[in-house]
Nanobody
Framework: QVQLVESGGGLVQAGESLRLSCAASGGTISTYRMAWFRQAPGKEREFVASISWSSRSTDYANSVKERFTISRDNAKNTVFLQMNSLKPEDTAVYYC?????????????????WGQGTQVTVSS
């Protein structure tokens, strides 16, 4: 059973940057597609970005394209989300997720493993 633990969240001002990390334990994620989702208060969980096992394929929500970058280090069993030019509307709990089988998928119900989330708050 894979466990995912996110870190790196915090309170920043608009325009600043944060780097989230997702460390996996209990098994390797090297063959899984990995993703980041987020959920703001009163809203549904939404797709942010995903990356294939090889890092050759990435996918981004339109709202974060050109500002966020997803990456992974399979040797360290870790996934990252570099967030630049943060906006107040990026405020949410950010979750890391692992998809054991399948290609790019933006539906959160498809993912097999989830972290507990890390809070990102962007002030204006």
């Amino acid at each position: 059973q894979v466990q995912l633990v996110e870190s790196g969240g915090g309170l920043v001002q608009a325009g600043e940057s944060l780097r989230l990390s997702c460390a996996a334990s209990g098994g390797t994620i090297s063959t899984y597609r990995m993703a980041w989702f987020r959920q703001a208060p009163g809203k549904e969980r939404e797709f942010v970005a995903s990356i294939s096992w090889s890092s050759r394929s990435t996918d981004y929500a339109n709202s974060v394209k050109e500002r966020f970058t997803i990456s992974r280090d399979n040797a360290k069993n870790t996934v990252f989300l570099q967030m630049n030019s943060l906006k107040p509307e990026d405020t949410a709990v950010y979750y890391c997720a692992a998809l054991r089988y399948g290609n790019s998928n933006r539906a959160y119900a498809a993912y097999d493993y989830w972290g507990q989330g890390t809070q990102v708050t962007v002030s204006s």
